[in-house]
């Protein structure tokens, strides 16, 4: 893999990740309530 | 690297994201303890409803403290064994911990929270009993619950403890309606509609609510054997309560308002309140660890393990 795919792939892996959690604690918002930033760290 | 690789790893670590955020929420981890008592299951104690005792390991002391756990469940669904992990969090404190069933409503048979709290009322002498025959004499009790299940722990433990087989020392609870005053809920628009709030609190109450009774305030003549901030006196025991402050479900302002009562009638309480979080209290981690720590300390203090 060359350097510019290594850091493409930490960088998708990153999002993904925070996407992920950042999906469900907006799913869970609009069901329950809540802010989407502030208290937990996602 | 190719395009179709970058996009199955980003779905695949999308998908293990989501999977870890919903199976390590702090509602899991907060209750997480070693236990090595035992359980009664599914004793029943009338209506068709059951209960479960989950009996500290330590069966050599002279009488135990009993915690009773109602489940959550919008008073329609919701069942004892979805409070398991808190159970034996309690239980292996000493206690002896008790989730309860309770009657469910539904579209065919609505059933209204009034009746829901005369189930607990007829269980909790048979939870004593059933304890006691299991060899945990029963010296005090705490009351608890979350949500629908936090109802009817405030109405048990301010409306009717005079009359319960041993004190109620203390109550806990999580985002439960503590009462129906109806500028309270205002996400449901019932403090401008009154045909919407005579056709909330009608079915809850088991009473015919009229918008004639919303607009002359009669209804909180109604409503008072459902709204546990009612009930509180001078002689209320103590109270700790969580809420969320963005609750979409049970407004935060039900719990605010218990709160004041409490502060005017001099009574022990904690209001805490989730300053990001909605009705699942699932933004604020720190705050629900600082919750559950206090919970420890309560029952530490006002039921203590001897």
Redesign the interface.
Known sequence: ?TTG?II??VI??I???????L???YY??R?????L????IL | MSLTAYLIIFVTVFIVSIILKLSFTIQKRAFKCKWDGAIEADVKYGGGNKFDLYLPADKSRESYGLVVYLHSGSFNTGDKKDDAEILKWLSAKGYVAAGVNYTLGNNRKPVSVYDQSLDIKDAVPKVVKQAEKLGCKINGMAIAGGSAGGTLALLYALRDAKNTPVPVKMVFEMVAPAGFVREDWTNYGLDKDAKAAAGMFSPMAGKLITPEDIESSAYLTAVKNISAEAWVTEKSVPVLMAYGKLDKICPCATGRRLAEKLEKCGVPHDYIEFPHSGHGLQNDDRIYKQFVKKISEYLETYLPVK
Do not use: K, P, W
């Open positions: 893999m795919e493409a792939l998708i892996v999002v993904a990740f925070l996407g992920g959690r999906g469900v604690r869970l918002n069901l329950l309530g809540g802010s930033f502030g208290g937990n």
